[in-house]
């Protein structure tokens, strides 16, 4: 178990680091493409490879996200109640969550086979297959699914959840 639990962890920190390596290339391409004009060249499908890693940066990152307590909660609820029923509201909420978030998976991965059946590109510039960029959502979402599914079953067998609030960030306005 010990294992599963470190290979699990280091999936979700290697989708964070993915995220920011996505949120780096927006930066690069917006770097490229003011050098771009400023020279007089162009830079074809810049705005949408930056959509693209927008798109890879927010999907990637939800599951560490989740874990380091950044998703918004409802937690005023949570502390009003006593310990047994705040259990069974997380248990209930961590349910639905996860049992949405496969359902989209599911519909995901078709939707992105069907792109690459079909040979799907971007209208823009581009020319992109679009079954690239709809992997890294679909990777996203994946990883998202699984962290969901680790914490219902943490909450249930366990009693908490592995959600770890990094106090000192949230009393610097974060």
Known sequence: ???LRKSLDALYTAAGVLAALSLIAILLLILVQML???TGEVF???PDYAGYAMAAASF???ANALNRGSHIRVSIVLNA????ARRWLDIWC??????VMWYFVYYAQRFVFWSWKFGDVSQGQDKTPLWMPQGLMLLGA????IALTDNLLHLIL??????????HDQASGE
Do not use: D, Q, S, Y
């Open 44 to 46: 074809p499908g810049a």
């Open 60 to 62: 990637l990152a939800f």
């Open 1 to 3: 178990m010990i294992a």
């Open 142 to 145: 994946v990883i998202l699914a």
């Open 81 to 84: 109640l006593g310990p047994t």
């Open 36 to 38: 771009a004009r400023w």
């Open 158 to 167: 366990k009693g908490e959840n592995r959600i770890h609030r990094n106090l």
């Open 94 to 99: 961590f349910a639905i969550a996860t049992a």
